[in-house]
């Protein structure tokens, strides 16, 4: 299987996430030097990391609130 069709399964599997960080390890050099378990952790934290911002931006954007607002303040 060619990158391009693991990248095409990802996406048609909603995992936009984990494609992107793998697209970011492909990029980095230095991720040669972590294992494969360590690796697939990052990929499966990027992917967790990135539904819980994806679900938090909805609930954010449905609540309507009158001012912006963020949990910092």
Same mark, same amino acid.
């Given at each position: 299987?060619? +990158?391009?069709?693991?990248?095409? #399964?990802? =996406?048609?599997?909603?995992?936009?996430? =984990?494609?992107?960080? /793998?697209?970011?390890?492909?990029?980095?050099?230095?991720?040669?030097? /972590?294992?494969?378990?360590? +690796?697939?952790? /990052?990929?499966?934290?990027?992917? =967790?990391?990135?539904?819980?911002?994806?679900? =938090?931006?909805? +609930?954010?954007?449905?609540?309507? /609130? #009158?001012?912006?607002?963020?949990?910092?303040?």
């Amino acid at each position: 299987m060619t +990158r391009e069709q693991t990248f095409d #399964k990802l =996406y048609s599997l909603k995992m936009h996430g =984990y494609a992107a960080a /793998l697209e970011e390890q492909l990029k980095n050099p230095e991720m040669d030097s /972590l294992g494969f378990e360590q +690796r697939l952790a /990052l990929l499966v934290d990027a992917q =967790y990391l990135w539904r819980e911002n994806r679900a =938090y931006a909805t +609930r954010l954007r449905q609540a309507r /609130l #009158k001012i912006s607002a963020c949990i910092e303040d």
